[in-house]
């Protein structure tokens, strides 16, 4: 049973950075498609970014382009998202989404993604 676990969020101040990650098991990590999703209180979620299982395709949402990068790890099997130039407008549950499915036109929507974890908060500061 494939599991996801994110870690990292925390509050932060207008400008600052923060990493966040999520550990993958219980299935083929090099294998998955993963992607970070956010929700606002309020607001629908949305897309923040996608890696292909190579971590050679990779896609951002327009709000967080330029700012925030995806990675990976296949041999830990850890996908991160290292956030800097934070805004309050970031301040949203952050959630790591999964599925064996290779890179789409249609990982931008959270449906798409079998597996979520259970999300991490972050909360910036004016």
């Known amino acids: 049973q494939v599991q996801l676990v994110e870690s990292g969020g925390g509050l932060v101040q207008s400008g600052g950075s923060l990493r966040l990650s999520c550990a993958f098991s219980?299935?083929?990590?090099?294998?998955?498609?993963m992607g970070w999703f956010r929700q606002a209180p309020g607001k629908e979620r949305e897309f923040v970014a996608a890696?292909?299982?190579?971590?050679?395709?990779?896609d951002y949402a327009d709000s967080v382009k330029g700012r925030f990068t995806i990675s990976r790890d296949n041999h830990k099997n850890t996908v991160y998202l290292q956030m800097t130039s934070l805004k309050p407008e970031d301040t949203a549950v952050y959630y790591c989404?999964?599925?064996?499915?290779?890179?789409?036109?249609?990982?931008?929507?959270?449906?798409?993604?079998?597996?979520w974890g259970q999300g991490t908060q972050v909360t910036v500061s004016s």
């Open positions: 989404a999964a599925d064996p499915k290779r890179d789409s036109p249609d990982w931008y929507t959270s449906r798409w993604y079998y597996y």
């Open positions: 219980g299935g083929t990590f090099s294998s998955t498609t």
């Open positions: 890696t292909s299982r190579t971590g050679i395709n990779i």
